[in-house]
């Protein structure tokens, strides 16, 4: 993030975002680059049939185990009708979407705070292309996830189309998923 209008900020919203907070952080990381390193976690138990439950609460941050959530979030997964499921709640691909679609309005919101643009509002769609044969191990040669994901984003804001673009692409999730990743699998029996 740009930190040079730092002193310049005389609002402490700026897109309901509270910059003197989040510049706070940043000053917090850039004196002790450990205070960067995060680690998010969820534990999740199989239902029955395709639906799961996912609870989040702990995670590390700025150098300590965060103790400010009561309660874990619970999250359900099902998959459609189509694919078996009884559709109780979104599929794991759809919750990939949404992950995608939060963390780049998020992102671009707090770049574009921290940088003094104000976003009147941001309205956004995701698809996501898939062909399930990969994932029944019905073609060697497809792919189990997603081939292709289209987002279209519309900001109302003064700033250029080339700007708010390049501030939302600082995304985490849009990084892991516009590149391949490593990923440790462990599977145990009990």
């Not at 963390?103 to 770049?111: A, D, E, I, R, S």
């Not at 399930?132 to 081939?147: E, P, S, Y």
């Not at 692409?169 to 599977?187: A, C, G, M, R, T």
Request: with cysteine.
């Amino acid at each position: 993030m740009n930190t040079t209008n730092t002193a310049e900020q005389t609002k402490p919203l700026i897109n309901g975002v509270n910059v003197d907070q989040l510049m706070n952080v940043i000053g917090e990381i850039e004196a002790d680059q450990n205070y960067a390193k995060f680690q998010f976690r969820a534990t999740n138990q199989w239902i029955n049939g395709s639906l799961s439950r996912s609870r989040i609460k702990g995670f590390y941050a700025g150098n300590a185990e965060d103790s400010t959530r009561d309660d874990a979030f619970t999250l359900d997964a099902d998959e459609p009708f189509i694919a078996a499921g009884q559709d109780s709640a979104p599929n794991s691909m759809e919750y990939v979407l949404h992950a995608l679609a939060t963390c780049l309005t998020g992102t671009l919101v707090y770049h574009a705070s921290v940088n003094g643009i104000v976003i009147d509002s941001v309205e956004s769609s995701y698809a996501g292309d898939m062909d399930v044969r990969g994932l029944f191990g019905l073609a060697d040669d497809v792919r189990k996830g997603f081939n292709k994901v289209t987002v279209e984003m519309r900001v109302k804001s003064k700033a250029s189309v080339d700007e708010l673009t390049a501030l939302a692409l600082f995304s985490p999730v849009y990084d892991i998923i516009s590149k391949s990743l490593p990923v440790e699998f462990k599977l145990t029996t009990y």
